[in-house]
């Protein structure tokens, strides 16, 4: 063997992580090519916008912001569990990977909820102008990417309870959380579009 | 383990039984690169079949052979079946797939389930898209499906939804195969393979793999707002209730330009594999055409307004993408200039793939120049939606394609089947492809100066336009014909052609180190390269997969190692890692082996947009969510580790 392994040596199969792992990049593909549709449909918004002559149409209110900001407040703070769940398990500590992922679980679930709420308290339905199309279209394609989360952090927590997670075995932690980051970071994005630039005029 | 030799585990650890259910299951990227290119080939000769109808019909004025709404139906099932279902997949589903762990020098892609996937999502996004024929309704408002042509008062039947979720259906098989392959690309090469030395064909495969990502998604967008207006009522693209029907071309194009190079850059990755080795000598300015096909993709996504120059945009506008558009010409003169210098300071051999390679070269000139001239704000405003744009579009997409996979072909058919061509009947077929396709298509440039609007039915004699249709046809058939020939030729060299030896051109790429057809394991040991024409400057690499002598290599001084190991003790499936640029070992990566779960997965797919085909009723919605569980359970299982991991 030593004569084969000449100068060159390969580490025997380990678990990788980080930029070391090809389903990290793999996720980072995925990412971006999700962040180009977001922002295709931010563009869909301002054109239809740019297209009419009042923004909301007439009749339609601008939108409220009581129950939007408590739910963007979960929202964005559950990234925090979710990253202290992420470095826990990178020491080995799997109570506080299941922990932090639960935690970060209910805010998000509570965010859909108010989100349902809102919908339903809006005075329109998404067949009541363009204006309100988009708007609809927009907050809709956000909460499947926040329910995808959902399934997803459900479905490493059931790995986890079943200890397939410790200090070398992160990677899919480490996807998850990579992807509700980025589900968390869009909603800035699309919160700026669909509840602000309506007050700018 | 004294016994059994590290050829035999390897060939026992990657092999697919050979039995038709495990053949099904298999995630060798060989055999699915073989599969993309015998499918996407059955698609273009559907599509194929649909020109010649079409062309009976234009061939003199006034026929009746086609009445216009089928014609409607044929014209947009040739647009799609030919773009989509042929062009978009075949160069890198099938060449891509099988050449680049071979030209990298690993030994699967680095997803191989999700390469799995990607090719039976395309077959079942094809058979949707032609279950539109089995239930009478076809799509029919063209590729690009302009809104409001596509809105429910136009389009009542399911004709639009088939075009929608069939293209969408195909977004997740094409997405998917190109984050396959820029991770792959990106991790998975040999040590020594640093990015400088990676070849064109690979350096246009990531160009392209980039280009989808970002422009695939406006694809998806257009088709979530268009459904949603179709099935749910939205207003979207509909003037009358405040919408904006030029939203539609803005999204649409913005996938479609980057879309059109998406088709022709990886044939230009072909011709770059062909050129240099039957002109007998390196590319000349490898460095200017792989930054050409990087330039390409940038520029891409800052013309799709040249599409819409004819909608009213402002001035400003028009100069910009007018601009951007003669820009993409700098990039693609440089490469045409870097072919024709190699192939003239080469020594050529003519052989079929190469006179193929010349015929690129030919047709992407004159698609060039016709796009410069439509690039022109004026000169589209009066060819705008003639015969001229239907010329141009064929000489840069269609030549550009059928000429490079047929290059393609000739070049790789030795090693993707084992087998050789006959060069005495690949010389008529090109002959007769050639001809006839210029022919069928040159035509039409003059008939569309002269006036003649694309995708009409008919046309009035009288008007100068009677003896160009009548060329066309007559030069789509012996199109055909060229086409027969080619076909005849695969079939008689799979069952009695010579078998092809390792490297019959005296090629200079990894892939023609191994046998022909590679084993399942592609490298017994890893290559390690020291150069950008490997087999031309490494001759000791034709004898990479031979079993070792490892006093041989015990002697070599470790600055001129051949290869290294490689994991070959493992009864799992095991290749290696390198880092991103420089290609320098990283790790030893276990791979997943045969699996039902891509199959599975994309039943599941085909299942949901079946049932989002019709009006979304109880029975529909049941169907959707069988669909939805059915991926559900793919995907647990998929994700869920095949051992447990020891703690």
Known sequence: MTALDSGLTLPPARPVSGSRAPAWWGMLCLIATEATLFVLLIFSYFYLRWGSPNWPPQGTPRPEFTVIIPATVLLLGSSAPVMWAETAIRRGRQNVLRLGLSVAWLMAAVFVILELWEWSHLGFGPQSSQYASIFFTITGLHLAHVSIALLMSAYIQLRASRGHFDAQHFLAVENVALYWHFVDVVWIFVFATVYISPYVT | MATVTAAERLARTWETPADFVSSLFTVDHKAIGRRYLLTAFFFFLVGGVEALLLRIQLFRPGAGFLGPHTYDQIFTMHGVTMLFLFATPIIIGAFGNFMIPLMIGARDMAFPRLNALSYWAFLFAGVLMYGSLIVGSPPNASWFSYAPLTSQTYVPGPNQDFWSWGLLFLTVSTTVSAINFIVTIFKFRCPGLSINRLSLFIWSEIATAFMILFSFPSLTAAIILLELERKWGFHIFDANAGGAPLLWQHLFWIFGHPIVYIWFIPATGVISSVIPVFAQRRMIGYIFVALASVSVAFLSFGVWAHHMFTVGLPLIALSFFSAASMMVSFPSGVQ?????????????????????????????????????????????????????????????????????????????????????????????????????????????????????????????????????????????????????????????????????????????????????????????????????????????????????????????????????????????????????????????????????????????????FSGLLPDLMFVEALVVATGLAICAVALFLWFWPAAEPTV
């Open chain 2, 336 to 608: 045409v200039f870097c072919w024709i210098a190699t192939i003239f300071h080469g020594r050529s051999r003519l052989t079929t793939a190469y006179l193929y390679a010349l015929a690129y070269i030919f047709v992407f000139v004159i698609g060039g120049i016709s796009g410069v001239m439509t690039g022109s704000v004026p000169l589209d405003w009066q060819v705008h939606s003639t015969y001229f744009v239907v010329a141009h579009i064929h000489y840069v997409v269609a030549g550009t394609v059928l000429f490079a996979l047929l290059a393609g072909v000739y070049y790789w058919t030795p090693k993707m089947f084992g087998r050789m061509l006959s060069e005495r009947l690949g010389r008529l077929g090109f002959w007769l492809t050639f001809a006839g396709f210029n022919l069928a298509f040159f035509p039409m440039h003059a008939v569309g100066l002269l006036g003649m609007p694309r995708q009409i039915y008919t046309y009035a004699s009288g008007l100068g336009w009677d003896s160009s249709n009548a060329l066309e046809t007559v030069g789509a058939f012996i199109l055909a014909l060229g086409i027969l020939v080619v076909i005849t030729d695969f079939l008689q060299a799979l069952i009695a052609g010579p078998m092809a030896p390792d490297n019959p051109w005296n090629a200079d790429t990894l892939e023609w180190a191994v046998s022909s057809p590679p084993p399942d394991y592609n490298f017994l040991r890893i290559p390690v390269l020291r150069s950008r024409e490997p087999l031309w400057d490494q001759p000791e690499l034709a004898t990479i997969n031979q079993p070792a002598h490892e006093n041989q290599l015990a002697d070599e001084p470790e600055s001129n190692v051949t290869a290294t190991p490689g994991p070959t003790e493992s009864t799992r499936r095991q290749t290696m890692s390198t880092t991103v640029l420089d290609a320098e070992i990283s790790e030893t990566i276990e791979m997943p082996g045969d699996s039902y779960l891509p199959l599975l997965l994309a039943f599941g797919l085909l299942v949901v």
